[in-house]
Every structure is written in structure tokens, then in C-alpha cells.
């Protein structure tokens, strides 16, 4: 099946993070101008891209602070 790379970014988090803290901390995965954003539950917004560089250790600083 063909996902999205925010899709497969979530996806990848399951196993780093554990499900239930993933689904506290994503509330969307939203497309914007042709660029794709996640958005937390903290309402920070963040382009999938400087996620997937960032690593899951400050992406999750980064949505719960």
C-alpha cells in the first residue's frame, strides 16, 4: 500500500514512541501548498521533512514541551 511519507512517519513512530503515546501526541497529518505538515495535540505544527531530520527524541521534545 502507498503512504504518504507523513503516513509512513507515523507509522515508523509506533515502535520509537508506542502507540498511545504517538496518539496522545498527533492529532493530524494535513497537506498545505503541495507541503505536508504534522500537527500535535499541543498545537505545534511541523513539515514531515524537518521531522524526519530531527529524529523521534526531539520531534517528541519538541510536541510535549
Known amino acids: 500500500m502507498l503512504q504518504s511519507s507523513g ?14 503515546l504517538r496518539n496522545q501526541i498527533v492529532a493530524d497529518v494535513f497537506y498545505d501548498n503541495g507541503k505536508e505538515f504534522i500537527k500535535f495535540t499541543n498545537d505545534e505544527v511541523i513539515l514531515v521533512e524537518t521531522a524526519w531530520r530531527m529524529g523521534w527524541e526531539r520531534v517528541l521534545n519538541y510536541a510535549t514541551n
Open 7 to 20: 503516513q509512513s512517519w507515523i507509522e515508523c513512530g509506533s515502535p520509537n514512541m508506542g502507540y498511545d
